[in-house]
């Protein structure tokens, strides 16, 4: 299936997406923390376009349905008799949960002007000898720049202190 017309409906035209694609991960594959004995922990994610409303039981199940029956399709195996316990967690609890801005997951898109040193700064303007790291700062989004970011910021506090 072609992300063509999913990205259009994340990008150009923001909307639910009609034909949803999805990642799909299994930490249980490598974390037997993850999940009880003789079990899986599936993750699914539809990436969607931020600041969409009405994410209500109704359309989260229908999303449910339609991932899980494709994967049905694919692998052949019936997944739904076999659950025991699923969660979802949408635009509206980025919101809630993370005071996240338009529910958005990712934080500030990569645009030039947040990008490098237009991105907010490690230390703040306004409380002396506060930092701050990870993805929101300097270098950016992704696990090897936010490690970056502690890096960065741990020498700008010794610095500070020297
Ligand atoms: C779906 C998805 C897929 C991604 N895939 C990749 C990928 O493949 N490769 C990659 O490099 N990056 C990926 N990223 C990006 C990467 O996960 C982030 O850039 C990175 O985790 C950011 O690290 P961080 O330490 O800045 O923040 P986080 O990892 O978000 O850590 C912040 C922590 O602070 C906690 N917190 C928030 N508010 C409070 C509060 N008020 N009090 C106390 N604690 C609080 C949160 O619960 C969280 O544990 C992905 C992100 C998402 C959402």
């Known amino acids: 299936m072609p992300f063509d017309k999913h990205g259009h409906e994340i990008y ?21 923390s993850v999940a009880p004995e003789g079990c899986e922990n599936i993750v699914f994610l539809v990436p969607v376009a931020s600041g969409l409303t009405g994410d209500d039981e109704q359309l989260r199940e229908n999303y449910f349905q339609r991932i899980i029956q ?19 967690f949408s635009v509206s609890d ?7 801005f338009r529910g958005n997951a990712y934080g500030l898109a990569n645009t030039l002007m947040q990008t490098a040193i237009f991105r907010p700064s490690c230390r703040s303007k306004k409380v002396r000898n506060l930092f701050y790291t990870g993805q929101l700062t ?25």
């Open 12 to 32: 150009k035209e923001p909307q639910w997406p009609s034909e949803p694609l999805f990642y799909v991960s299994i930490p249980s594959a490598t974390d037997n």
């Open 70 to 88: 494709r994967m049905e399709k694919v692998l052949g195996e019936d997944i739904t008799a076999a659950i025991v316990y699923k969660k979802s």
């Open 94 to 100: 980025f919101t809630k949960e993370y005071n996240s």
């Open 138 to 162: 300097v270098p950016g989004p992704g696990v090897p720049p936010s490690l970056i970011s502690g890096e960065v910021v741990a020498g700008q506090v010794i610095k500070s202190i020297k």
